[in-house]
């Protein structure tokens, strides 16, 4: 990347010199011309030497000022394309970094998964034994069971999607969000009263 980088440097500067040798080769085209015109206005129009000299030089820096027109323009898709690479590198970069993060977070989901599945089955245990005791332990007991199966396929599920997403935010078939930062909650302050006696 630093090197497209440079290049684009090295390319602008080379695109500022060639800039300013056309302002110096347009200048010199336009006293050629001007020079021309002065000739077939005031001079001998039989001396065919001067006016050859003065069509000479409008010729020659009509040349001059064309190859810096085309260099210019050989720069400008050149800077062009490197700024295209460097997007490009730029975007692969950021995916690259992007699909890494979401890959530690899905394994650090994975891995306590299942610890959180053995807590909550122990969770319901606790409740179901206790159950008989206490209505509400058993109705929690009674949801947990419910819920725990789905929650592990949903969880496994997600998983096997959370999964594929690194490699599809590499290869640009999915998206990159940005991380949700969470806003600041204040507390609001009471507006101030005045009381008058």
Do not use: C
Request: aromatic share 4%; charged share 25%.
């Amino acid at each position: 990347m630093q090197q497209l980088e440079t290049t684009i440097v090295s390319l602008a500067k080379r695109g500022e010199q060639l800039v300013a040798k056309r302002v110096t080769a347009q200048a010199a085209l336009d006293q050629a011309i001007q020079a021309r015109r002065d000739t077939l206005l005031s001079a001998d129009l039989e001396d065919h030497r001067e006016l050859d000299k003065q069509q000479a030089a409008v010729v020659a820096a009509t040349s001059d000022l064309a190859g810096i027109d085309d260099a210019l323009a050989v720069l400008a898709h050149q800077k062009a394309e490197g700024e295209r690479q460097l997007a490009a590198e730029s975007e692969r970069i950021k995916r690259a970094t992007a699909a890494d993060k979401l890959a530690k977070q899905v394994t650090a989901i994975e891995t306590a998964l299942p610890g959180y599945l053995e807590q909550s089955r122990a969770l319901t245990d606790a409740l179901s034994e206790i159950g008989h005791w206490h209505f509400e332990s058993g109705q929690m007991a009674g949801f947990l069971q419910n819920t725990m199966g789905q929650i592990e396929v949903a969880a496994n599920f997600t998983l096997a999607e959370l999964k594929a997403m690194p490699r599809a935010i590499r290869q640009g078939r999915q998206a990159i969000t940005l991380a949700l930062v969470p806003a600041k909650v204040g507390v609001a302050e009471p507006p101030l009263t005045m009381t008058g006696f």
